[in-house]
């Protein structure tokens, strides 16, 4: 065996001497990495590397001992992007085909684990276990935990599964419709008060990741969480990351429902359902233990297009002359809110607005929603983030018409005469009398400032 100084050098020897020789390899750049994608590198680099597909890993070759030992050509191999390449984690964890003993691979060193509980202790369970044959495990030196830089993280242990979905009876979203009920996850403290900072789901099921609108996040009761969501649509993935860490005492649990609203789209036969893939994909001050990958209930998805009305909300100017209304309150906004495919008459239930101006909570109070002229719903103050929240207890929008909304304040003794307010329809929940389910609405936002001068 060669020792363990020249492993490196030997490697790439002997690959620079195989491409002067004029060996043959696979040169098309992989745009898509099927199952006959399995020993790859990149061309500038000669480490080898094995895919497993199953387990979404990559493993280096230590040296060509280890790749020819599976009596692998030099003609396998197939050259992939950086790009491409970097998608693919690295394994940390591999044993010997029928063998009980495990390793972490750290470089070319390798460590035993000592024991199940220590796949815990490290942060490891739920990772996956590479199968190698017993030459390719002997390229590792054998190495202490230190040396392989594994480091024992926090003591505290999250358990982490699947939670009740009390729609998935019905099996079945519409397109145009908002805050479905796709899954839960509940996380349980086992020994110690825990941190949760947030979490990365796939959405997993749909032909083309533009047929999600967004995505929010609530508790097990339904109330929102303070958290910043966000939906790639190119890579599927569900990213969340709590304003302020979720606290989760010992022997607690936290339930985390997320909901998903889809646009309007010719996409019926396809289904969706929402997965955790490994414990890395949770930010926590804890070990994560769960049976990893964790998905929620499968739903189909169908075209709501024929069946479901649709708010249509548009913004109008506030002329100079309607800002002052009388003994200092301003009319900050008006628009108009409508249904537009005549399908279903619409009950709305929230208008949250946010201030794209200077003004703050210093300077305007009272806020009242109007309709028609007559005040529908009121808020004191703005919340925590600067939003005007309105929760309406009835308006009612016929099918093929609409209302004229607007939105009125006082002003704060002491407020900001300089301050100005620029008002943005943030959010809107309503639901289709007919069917009940929460409809995506078309939001047209006018960019107008107004002074409070």
């Not at 001497?17 to 790859?40: C, E, H, K, M, T």
């Not at 070759?61 to 970097?86: Q, T």
């Not at 309007?264 to 804890?286: H, K, P, R």
Request: with cysteine; aromatic share 8%.
């Amino acid at each position: 065996m060669l020792k363990l100084g020249k492993k490196t050098l030997f490697i790439i020897n002997i690959l620079a001497i195989i491409l002067v020789s004029g060996l043959v390899f696979s040169l098309r750049p992989a745009s898509a990495l099927d199952s006959s994608y399995r020993q790859v590198k990149t061309a500038e680099s000669p480490a080898v590397y094995f895919l497993s597909h199953s387990a979404k890993r990559k493993k280096v070759y230590v040296n060509a001992s280890a790749y020819l030992g599976y009596g692998h050509k030099w003609s396998d191999i197939k050259i992939i992007s950086p790009a491409e390449l970097s998608l693919w984690s690295s394994a940390k964890l591999m044993r010997q085909a029928g063998t009980p003993q495990i390793y972490y691979i750290g470089g070319a060193k390798k460590a035993l684990i000592e024991s199940p509980a220590d796949l815990i202790k490290y942060n490891l369970a739920g990772e996956p276990i590479l199968e190698a044959n017993a030459n390719d495990l002997a390229q590792y030196s054998l190495a202490s935990y230190s040396e392989v830089g594994l480091e024992a993280s926090a003591s505290g242990i999250l358990d982490v599964e699947a939670g009740e979905v009390f729609n998935d009876d019905n099996n079945v979203f519409l397109t145009g419709t908002q805050g479905n009920w796709a899954g839960s996850f509940v996380m349980t403290a086992l020994s110690e008060t825990t941190e949760l900072s947030g979490l990365t789901l796939q959405v997993k099921g749909l032909y083309n990741g533009d047929n999600i609108e967004d995505a929010t996040i609530s508790d097990g009761s339904g109330n929102d969480y303070p958290a910043n969501v966000s939906f790639n649509k190119n890579t599927r993935l569900l990213t969340i990351n709590f304003y302020q860490p979720l606290l989760i005492s010992p022997s607690q649990a936290a339930t985390i429902r997320v909901n998903l609203s889809f646009r309007s789209c010719n996409c019926s036969s396809q289904t969706v359902y929402l997965e955790l893939a490994q414990a890395g994909d949770i930010s926590v001050s804890a070990q994560v233990r769960g049976d990893f990958p964790i998905a929620g209930p499968t739903f189909k998805v169908n075209d709501g297009a024929s069946l479901l009305g649709r708010p249509s909300l548009s913004e109008a100017a506030v002329d100079s002359g309607e800002s002052v209304i009388s003994n200092g309150k301003r009319q900050l906004a008006k628009f108009t809110l409508a249904e537009i495919f005549g399908l279903e008459d619409i009950l709305v239930k929230r208008l949250v607005f946010e201030n794209l101006g200077s003004a703050n909570d210093d300077d305007l109070q009272d806020f009242r929603l109007l309709a028609d002229g007559e005040t529908i719903a009121s808020q004191a103050d703005m919340d925590s983030r600067g939003d005007i929240v309105f929760d309406i207890s009835y308006l009612k929008i016929f099918k093929n018409s609409g209302k004229e909304l607007a939105v009125t304040a006082g002003l704060k003794t002491g407020y900001e005469p300089g301050h100005t307010v620029n008002l943005d329809v943030k959010s809107l929940w309503s639901v289709g009398q007919s069917y009940q389910f929460s409809l995506v609405p078309e939001i047209s936002n006018l960019d107008q400032t107004i002074s409070l001068d």
